[in-house]
């Protein structure tokens, strides 16, 4: 099926919507930080807390209600097939590093994206503690706080930072070249982000992130002259019936030809170890 390419107006009206609604998500989510909000334990032991789910609820709302032809998928709504047949779809999570929210952190997100067929066409990250707001959408350059960033151009792995698991980064092949650990960002969507206004030169991630932890990411660093790939360099695919990735890397394009060959060869912690991807 053929769809026409929105005009430019569409995408600003659309980054618009995601930033206004993301800024309303972050407002409640700082009523419940540092507050004792509950917290309960989903199946796979990750935690979610209530400001997780009242995020969600409003964010549905909010979207849905601005676009009800759009499909819909967030962490914290239970999946539904019927997003595979839309053109348009939601991909929501309401607190990304909801582990660094619960500890007091201030990396938390939102993290809103837009996806038209298998990519991201707009988005939006919000990090209330910090106020940072980065937006994408297609055919336009990314922006922080409302100003252009552009990722770095660093194109040697001496002196790189790179943000991820420590082990991965702190041995082997990585630390022997002279990259630099830049630490554990417990946001995936702030870890590859990063990299959009230069804080890093290389983002990782193992196996097991879904679409909600990357599709606004993705978007947000490619805008920014930057890219996120699969394990075997190729691009990410959203709104598949599984929402879910292997081991990625993210990087610029010059350090991208020495960072792939080196993939197969990270050992990354089994996920237990770690409280995100």
Sequence with gaps: MTHKTPAPDFWRKERALLEHAARKAGEVGLGFFNRDPQIWSKDNDSPVTEADLAI?????????????????????????????????VFVVDPIDGTRVFINGGDEWTISIAIVKGDRPVVAALYAPVRDEMYLASEGQPTTLNGKNVTVGSKDKLFDMRAVGPGPVIRKGALYDKGAKWGGYIGSLAYRIAMLADGKADLALARGGAHDWDLAAADLIIAQAGGLLREEDGSPLRYNKKIPRHGALYATNPQLESLIQPLMSSFHFPARKSQPSA
Excluded: C, N, V
């Excluded at 032809?69 to 595979?84: A, F, I, P, Q």
């Design 56 to 88: 969600d609820k409003m964010l549905h709302q909010e979207l849905l209600a601005a676009h009800p032809d759009y499909g819909w998928l967030s962490e914290e709504t239970e999946d539904s097939t019927e997003r595979l047949d839309k053109d348009f």
